[in-house]
C-alpha cells in the first residue's frame, strides 16, 4: 500500500511519526456492538439561527436564548419565542423537585417561571444522558470492533480493509476521542517508553525511545526490528519451575502446601532472588521510568504481577495509567521479544472488517417469543406436589410414599405429573416409576395401589414400553400375582405371567452355564500351554518364583515364562472348581 512505502529510509507505519497528511485522511469507524455493523456517525453542527430583529441585548440575556443555547449543545434546533412560551404554559409547576411556590404575588410568579425554565433546561440535559446511555449500550461505538484495534478510514485501502491501531496504546481518556490522541502522541515523538516481560523464571526490560533509528533503506519484514532505539535493556534468567512442569513453585506452594525437597528450596529461593533483582532494576531505573509515556506489561500471573507493580514501595503503582497490558502472544521474555512487541505494538495495521452479524431464524424467533406468563398459586401448589411425589418416588421408600398418597387422597391413574406440560413422556406416577428404573415402587404401584398398567402418555406408550428388562420382569410378576383377570395385559404390553422364583430359578442356570465355559476356556489354555512346552529334563522346582533372569539367555526366559503362564492356568482351573 502507498503509505506503507518507506521515505528517507524511514517507516511510514510507525505511529509516532505518521504524516499530518495521512493523519487527515483518517475517519474513525464506529461499529454496532450486536450486529458488528459500520455505523456511520452523522456530523451536526448545529447553529443557533436567530432572526435579525430579535438579537437585541434584551433577547441575549432572556430565557429564550438561555434555553436555545441548551438545544444547540445537545444538537437540537431553536426554538421560536411562540414555542417556547407553548413549552412554558405546558410545562407543570409540580413537576420541579423541591418546589412547593404559591402564585401570591409578582416575585413568586417570576419564581415560578424561573423554575420552569430550569425545569425544561433539565429535561434536556437528562435526555440527552439517556442518548448517551442507549448509544453506549446498543448502538454504534469506535471500541465495538471486537478486537484489539480500534479501526479507521482511509482511501489509502481497500474498501473491505481497515488501519489498525492497537487500544492498549491509548490511555483510558485518550480512548474516547482517539483521532485526537493520534495528534498528541505525535508529539511524543522524542519521548520514551517502556516494556516488562516476566514469566517461567525469564524477566527481560527495557527503555525504548520514540526516535527509530535510522536503517537507511535496508529495512527488510526480517531486519525492520532493528530500528527499535533501546536506550537500556537488562534480562534475568533464574531457575524457578520444574524441567517440562510449568507453573512457579510459589504457586505450587500456595495451592499444595510447602513442598519439601530440595528443588522446591532451590526453586523458592531462586523465585525470591529474581524477584529482588527486578526491583532493585526498577529502582536503579527510576529516572527513566517516571519520563516514561507508557510502560508496557506482561506478566504471567498476579505474582508475576506483583514483582513489578504495587510492591511495598514500588516505583510503578497499581493506578498508574501509563502501565497498559501487551494485547498479544508473547514468547519467551528476552531482548529481541522485547523489540519485536515494541515494533508489533507501534506500527499501523491493515486489517479484514469485521463481518456484519446476521441473527438466525431461531434467534429472531427467541426474541419473538411471549415473555413467560405468571404462575398462580394454584399451579404452584401443583408443581411442589409434583416435586414432593416424583422425590419419594426416587427414594423408593414404599411406606413412606403410600402414606403421602393417603394424605393427598391422590387416585394414581387419574393424577398427572406434566400439570406444566413438561413431562409429556411419564404423565402418571407409574409411567415415571418404570422410564427411571424405580423397580420396587414400580411393584408399590402395582401391587399395593392397584395402578393400571393400561394408561397411555401423550406418544400413545403405556409404562411397560418405558422400563428395561428388570422393571418389564416386574410388571411379568405382577401378572402371575394378580391373575389374568386384572386387566388386558397383553394390551398393556407385559409379557407372560412368571413368578419371581422362575426367574431367580433362570438366573441361576444362566450363572452355572457362564460358569462351565468359563472353566472349558481355562482348560483349553492349560492344554495348549502344555502342547506349546518342549520335553525337559527332571529337575527340583524352585521354591521361589521371584527368579532372576537376567542372566538367562532368550531361549530360557521363554521356557520359563511357559512354566509360569502353566501354573497360573493351573491354579486358575483349581479356584473355579472350588
Known sequence: MLFFQEKGGMDQTYIYDLSDEFLNSLKLLRFDLNTSQIVQLIEQTQEVKVKAEIKDESYYKSDLHRYNLKRAQSNLPPVSEEEFEELLETESIEDISGSDINSESESDDQNQQDLKVQSLINKLSIQEEEEKDNDYNSSASHLHTKSPFILFESPLVPESKAIGIYKAVFTGNELDSPHDSLMSIKRQAHGKSAIFMIGGGHFAGAIISHEQLDLKGQATLSSRESSVNVILSKTFHRYTTRRKQGG?????????????????????????????????????????????????IRANGPTNKKVLVGYDGALIKPGDERVKKLPFSTKRASLSEVKRSWYELTHLKIVVLPEPTIKTEQAIKKEKLPQQMEISPEQKEQEALANELTTALKKQKGPSFMKLIKEKNINVDEYRLNTSGQLTNTPTLLHYASANRLVHMVQILLLNLRASPLVVNDLGKVPAELGDSNTRRVFQIARSRLGEDYCDWDSAKVGVARTKAEFEEEDRKRENQIKEEKQKQLKLELALEKDNQPPTRTAKPVPNSNININGLSAEQKAKLMREQRARAAEARLKSSTR
Open 248 to 296: 512457579a513453585q510459589g504457586a505450587s506452594d500456595n495451592s499444595r502446601g510447602k513442598a519439601v525437597s530440595a528443588g522446591s528450596s532451590i526453586r523458592r529461593y531462586n523465585e525470591q532472588a529474581l524477584a529482588q533483582e527486578v526491583r532493585e532494576l526498577i529502582s536503579e531505573w527510576g529516572e527513566h521510568i517516571r519520563e516514561c509515556s507508557s510502560i508496557y
